[in-house]
């Protein structure tokens, strides 16, 4: 065990956790909470592993950790970053390949959860065959599943969402027979909103980024217009239980004005 790992383990790391989740008010908990895991990299380095694939998994497993810990708060939906479209032109083909199949081995566990229902989010057409299928298959197996519900944003960008949205609109409107004219007078943001990836959703209440980086790297950015966001200066594996509950008490202590 790490020095880092046993620093959440002790003793007084533990009535501490129950201090603030006992301080916790349900009637302020946020309902949907999307995470960017970052870090994972910088945390194989730094404990001197020689693939980044080390941290990577480790990452994957504090997500698992995560999970469990939001639904034992009861928010309902969870968002994680885990892939997105850059990543997939332009990281190391070593290091993309340990990921994606850290990325699949997630999913499959994720959708034996007896309650969990798990989408994808994103493009899976610009995924590898073999991922797009575990993550089609996820999703099947945890269709009516009415617990948890985890988005994996996988092959994700926010600004692809918001162009494959505003498709999907022209695209119906022409169907049944409008115009683009027509289109272009009566489009809004809450018509953009029922056909992007999260369609039907909630929009996050609360964005949390590991690793002390301060930027949105193109997660979620129609659905964050309004949300809370908590940058943590942990590494991602190095992510502890504490640290996600000061973050939900931050949220809660916080005046939403939702531009008011």
């Not at 999970?67 to 885990?82: K, T």
């Not at 969990?116 to 057409?125: D, I, L, M, P, Y």
Request: some cysteine.
């Amino acid at each position: 065990m790490s020095a880092r790992s046993e620093q959440g383990s002790g003793p007084l790391y533990r009535l501490y956790g129950r201090r603030l989740r006992r301080r916790l008010d349900p009637a302020t908990m946020p309902h949907h909470v999307a995470m960017m895991i970052d870090g994972n990299r910088r945390w194989a380095r730094q404990l001197g592993y020689e693939s980044a694939a080390h941290g990577h998994r480790a990452g994957a497993a504090k997500m698992r950790e995560f999970l469990q810990w939001c639904d034992d708060l009861g928010i309902r939906v969870v968002s994680l970053y885990l892939l997105s479209a850059d990543n997939l032109l332009k990281r190391d083909p070593r290091e993309l390949a340990d990921l994606i199949e850290i990325i699949g081995e997630l999913a499959d566990s994720l959708s034996h959860q007896p309650t969990w229902r798990v989408k994808h989010v994103g493009r899976a057409e610009i995924l590898p065959e073999p991922l797009a299928r575990v993550l089609a298959d996820a999703e099947e197996r945890t269709r009516e599943n009415t617990g948890l519900h985890v988005n994996l944003a996988v092959g994700y960008g926010g600004r692809n969402e918001i162009v494959d949205a505003v498709r999907s609109i022209i695209v119906q409107h022409e169907a049944s027979g409008g115009t683009l004219e027509d289109l272009a007078a009566h489009l809004t943001p809450e018509m953009i909103g029922e056909h992007l990836y999260t369609g039907g959703q909630p929009d996050p209440d609360l964005v949390i980024r590991t690793s002390g980086e301060q930027r949105l790297s193109d997660f979620l950015l129609w659905q964050s217009a309004h949300s809370e966001f908590y940058f943590v200066e942990a590494l991602g594996p190095d992510l502890r239980e504490v640290d996600f509950l000061r973050a939900i008490r931050d949220y809660a202590d916080r005046d939403r004005r939702f531009g008011k």
